[in-house]
């Protein structure tokens, strides 16, 4: 069944070869929360409160304010661990746990301070485990288990070296440099691979594969180790990661992976090893250096960087496309329809199959400005600056060409009428043996319609961004217009939108969203919806609503959308954060 695909992507410039879906990300600078750059762990707790090993200490963020411990001995802190109430962390030559106090402030305590003599010179603590009751601070050099029961600790040496210590399949591994990879075994290491591979190659992750493991490498992708034996895994990013250095990797709850390079940005693979997406700074995030992954009980994926920490929503309804070839331009509508997306742009008319990594396609004929998409009875029609366009497949005709056509609007009782509006005023297009065509324009109104909505006994309201809000009445058989009448209020008003929702006729401007009341005609402020319009938030009163029946609200920083409420009549409100600031936006009107 065709339905309309979010519009929403009007408001982004495409721009990279492959047309590619990418969830928003939010961005947090070392300025925005008042830390060091570099983060290089992070952990969760319970109350969803989220933590970061940051170069100046401990930073914690609540989804509101951002709070910052300094580290204990004033050195870069490089893990953290949220093992029940305890935050654990480790950095040079110190490690130990934070605790909640009554004021909601929290309190170090250390527990390397007990072993002070077992702490090699210069030693750091990267990384910071749980295994049952113990917990496995790990450095370049040892790893240290620790028993919260009897609060002893297990010091388990390395003769070259260790690059990483991992968790998986109800056991503890570790590997040395130039030796392979141990598994920690009544508190002693056992060789469990020494295949030239596992030498030769950094183990940047390390997950459970059944009754094996699945290991990811820095430089040549993953490995499947089973029964000591070693076979490649390949999957479609093996080519860009053998040129990438991957620095670190995350489990997702899906499945999936999420790899996190050195100077490559962050990739996330489906479970089957396939490319959902590769995401570096020239499309969105801060920085190309991922130090660290971590998936947060929300399902989003946060990624310490080099220069600031991003925030990925991978279960995000919106996305948003890049293309870099400049081919497509700038995007103005979208549908999908017959399970192929077309999008409308400044140069014409595109589409790709949906849900495909093709690249999109242009149509023929449709070279210029597209304004709008609309299916209707079954039918997609393209508003042009050279007229309107009926769209099959990948073909288009023409069936009006003495106006641009900005918008569509059913006819009220009318199946076979269509409403246009035009650059000089409204026409009529007519199905006639199950073909459309243009049927006459209306008079009474001659300047430009480019948001308008009917109502059921024919009375037209139109926006005209420059000139007023109007109201026009049309007879029954759509040819004459009269009574027109200019509104004073509210006003007229840049990028001004109008739209029809759930029955009732809505305009939105900088000053606020109105309401139209049918009783009296008059628009009335709608306090609710305003408040999602505030002043300095506020670029378009552009309102979509699509086909499931929620109406849209764009502004600076966030999407918002409005739905019914199942229990009372009062709107529901949803906010989504978009990822780019406005001056990286090229908001299409």
């Known amino acids: 069944m065709p339905r309309y695909f979010f519009q929403l992507i009007a408001f982004f410039t495409f721009s990279v ?15 925005t929360y008042e830390a060091g750059n570099q983060n290089w762990m992070i952990g969760q707790d319970k109350n969803h409160f989220v933590y970061f090993a940051n170069n100046e200490g401990l930073l ?12 204990p ?11 029940g109430s305890r935050i654990y962390t480790g950095c040079y030559m110190e490690f130990g746990y934070w605790k909640k106090q009554p004021d909601g402030r929290l309190k170090y305590y250390s527990l390397s301070k007990s072993i002070k003599s077992k702490i090699l010179e210069d030693e750091q603590f990267w990384n910071i485990l749980q295994y049952d009751q ?24 390395s003769k070259s070296g260790i690059y990483k210590a991992f968790v998986a399949n109800n056991a503890i591994y570790f590997q040395t440099v130039a030796e392979g990879l141990f598994e920690i075994e009544n508190g002693t290491s056992r060789l469990v691979s020494n295949d030239p591979i596992l030498i030769q190659n950094k183990i940047v992750g390390l997950l459970p594969d059944g009754d094996g493991l699945l290991v990811q490498t820095q430089f040549n992708g993953f490995y499947k180790l089973q029964n000591e034996s070693l076979t490649k895994w390949a999957t479609e990013a093996d080519s860009a990661l053998s040129m990438s250095s991957v620095y670190s990797s995350q489990a997702l709850s899906d499945g999936g992976f ?3 390079c050195v100077s490559d940005g962050v990739f996330i693979l489906s479970r089957e090893g396939k490319i959902r ?14 130090l660290t992954l971590f998936e947060d009980a929300d399902k989003n994926l946060w990624i310490g960087l080099d220069n600031g920490i991003n925030c990925v929503n991978l279960l995000s309804p919106v996305k948003t496309f890049s293309d870099d070839t400049g081919v497509l331009g700038t995007v103005y509508a979208s549908v999908l329809y017959n399970n192929k997306l077309y999008i409308g742009t400044n140069q014409g008319l595109f589409y790709k199959n949906y849900n495909s990594n093709d690249a999109f396609q242009f149509i023929s004929g449709t070279k210029g400005q597209v304004w709008s998409l609309h299916i209707y009875d079954g039918t997609l029609f393209c508003g042009h600056d050279i007229g309107t366009f009926i769209i099959r497949d990948n073909m288009a005709q023409r069936i009006f060409a003495a106006s641009g056509t900005w918008k569509f609007e059913s006819v009220p009782y009318r ?37 308008f909505e009917i109502t059921n006994n024919y009375d037209v309201y139109i926006s005209h961004e420059y000139k007023a809000l109007y109201k026009l009445h049309i007879d029954k058989d759509l040819r004459n217009g009269s009574g027109l009448k200019t509104y004073t209020t509210p006003t007229k008003g840049k990028n001004a939108g109008l739209a029809k929702f759930n029955g009732t006729i ?9 309401r139209l009341n049918p009783k009296t005609s008059a628009f009335e402020k709608d306090k609710f919806l305003t408040d999602a319009l505030k002043k300095d938030e506020y670029i378009s009163g552009k309102l979509i609503v699509d086909q499931s029946n929620k109406m849209w609200v764009f502004t600076k920083n966030y999407i918002n959308y409005f739905s019914l409420g199942k229990l009372s009549t009062q709107l529901k409100q949803n906010i989504i954060p978009i990822s780019r600031v406005i001056d990286q936006l090229d908001v299409g009107l």
């Open 17 to 31: 070869v492959f047309a590619q879906e990418l969830p928003p990300i939010l961005k947090y600078s070392p300025s």
């Open 60 to 71: 914690e963020f609540n989804g509101a304010e951002w709070t910052l411990y300094p580290t």
């Open 73 to 83: 001995n004033e050195t870069i802190m490089r893990s953290v661990k949220v093992i």
């Open 134 to 157: 113990w917990v496995i601070f790990q450095s370049l050099n040892q790893i240290y288990i620790y028993d919260t029961k009897t609060e002893t600790f297990k010091v388990i040496p």
């Open 258 to 260: 999420a790899l996190g």
């Open 277 to 290: 997406y590769h995401i570096t700074q020239d499309k969105g995030l801060s920085n190309n250096t991922a």
């Open 415 to 451: 199946k076979d009428l269509l409403l246009q509006g035009n650059y000089y005023g409204m026409s009529v297009l007519q199905k006639i043996n199950n073909q459309w065509v243009f049927r006459n324009k209306i008079s009474g109104f001659d300047y430009s319609v480019k948001y």
């Open 506 to 514: 809505y305009y939105a401007y900088k000053e606020g969203i109105f």
